[in-house]
């Protein structure tokens, strides 16, 4: 069992928007600003999309926005694209003395 | 470019040791911090060690402390994973990952990633 819940699954068509939550506790996502949200394609490594709730790193699309609200941190996706369709991943620091990171379960983002 | 290149995955009999190597170019690698990520075969990402640039500051995941030990040869650029008593359940895609520095220090994420080596543990 992951120590961040996540949606198993979402779907969208192109165009639309969707949102995925990662729900934690305050000694981790609650309590932290310092929640970040991966995208992985099939059989591809895990790339940084959110950092620091709502930091895009460089060349990731404005269409990608995270936020968060109290124990529970959101990874939404504006203007669907094929493209889209992969594994997300949400992560956060914890206090806990280990480990340095607790990871999401995934969700998986199928475009309709 | 930033590049990430694990080798040294392999079937390997449980109790048995492995050691994992990241060669890692085009950033100055003594500058951060670096971590071992691992995915089981259709499973989710977890986080398994890391260590601080100066090898000052070591963590491990409670599922392998006192089996696995992370280091790192700043003048080489590599990251090391050295996995002792393997077991079945550490069969896994290992990724080598770098630590994402903000303002401040540590922003307890990974920028980048390799394209990890495979551990397969099994009689």
């Known amino acids: 069992q992951s120590a961040l819940t996540q949606p198993a699954s979402v779907s969208g068509s192109p165009g639309q928007s969707i949102t995925i939550s990662c729900t934690g506790t305050?000694?981790?996502?609650?309590?932290?600003?310092?929640v970040s949200w991966y995208q992985q394609h099939p059989g591809k490594a895990p790339k940084l999309m959110i950092y620091e709730v709502s930091n895009r790193p460089s060349g990731v699309p404005d269409r990608f926005s995270g936020s968060k609200s109290g124990n529970t941190a959101s990874l939404t996706i504006s203007g669907l694209q094929a493209e889209d369709e992969a594994d997300y991943y949400c992560?956060?620091?914890?206090?806990?003395?280990?480990?340095?990171?607790?990871f999401g379960g995934g969700t998986k983002l199928t475009v309709l | 470019e930033v590049q990430l290149v694990e080798s040294g995955g392999g079937l390997v009999q449980p109790g048995r040791s492995l050691r994992l190597s990241c060669a890692a170019s085009?950033?100055?690698?003594?500058?951060?911090?670096m971590h071992w990520v691992r995915q089981a075969p259709g499973k989710g990402l977890e986080w398994v060690s890391g260590i601080s640039w100066n090898s000052g500051s070591i963590g491990y995941a409670d599922s392998v402390k006192g089996r696995f030990t992370i280091s790192r040869d700043n003048a080489k650029n590599s990251l090391y994973l050295q996995m002792n008593s393997l077991r079945a359940e550490d069969t896994a895609l290992y990724y080598c990952?770098?630590?994402?520095?903000?303002?401040?220090?540590?922003?307890?994420?990974?920028?980048?990633w390799g394209q990890g080596t495979l551990v397969t543990v099994s009689s």
């Open positions: 992560s956060s620091y914890t206090s806990s003395s280990t480990p340095y990171v607790v």
């Open positions: 305050s000694s981790d996502v609650g309590g932290y600003n310092y």
């Open positions: 990952a770098k630590g994402q520095d903000c303002s401040g220090g540590s922003c307890y994420s990974f920028d980048y």
């Open positions: 085009g950033f100055t690698f003594d500058d951060y911090a």
